[in-house]
């Protein structure tokens, strides 16, 4: 007893916490197939950016203002969804929240993204620099289009996998049992 050997069997020694990284950034919750996508939108939209900003002059400038709220927009709320994956703020969120709020994300900013490029397309003066932005556009907001639809799918898919579990929500013969018999 005057060492503490009486305590040094029953009690279990402190876990050691563990190891932040430095940067705090990893791609382990974008393996496989999602990380392709996230970094192509953010491409897209960056090249859309930068070849709405080349534009000298417009006749039509509303359109091209439009384009250019909406493909930054895009680009940085793209930008924010991925450092989110990659950074502690997942855990932080949870991975409910995070892919829901992805999943309602890519289906607004493909929307938006889809409008703008439209109306780009419809009042450009016709210079290569805004033809080429409205291709980006339209490219952009196929890849934000294609991975909500990926996540539908798959969203789709895990519904119909829980309940092949139990087909037909059969009752166990425990649970078929009155709760009172009558005696």
Known sequence: MENGGVYNETTEPQAKLPL???CGCTLRHLRGWRLAPKALQLVLSLLAVILEE???DCINCHGLYFFEFVSCSAFLLSLTILCVYCTI???TFGKDRVNKMNFWAM????????IASVVLAAT???SAFEKAACVFGFLASGAFFAEFVWELWCSGKQSTEERSENPGHTQGATEDQP???PS
């Open 124 to 126: 450009n003066a016709g």
């Open 20 to 22: 932040r990284r430095r």
């Open 179 to 181: 709760l009172n018999k």
């Open 89 to 91: 703020a997942y855990e």
């Open 107 to 114: 289906l607004i900013i493909g929307a938006f993204f889809l």
């Open 54 to 56: 080349i534009v000298e």
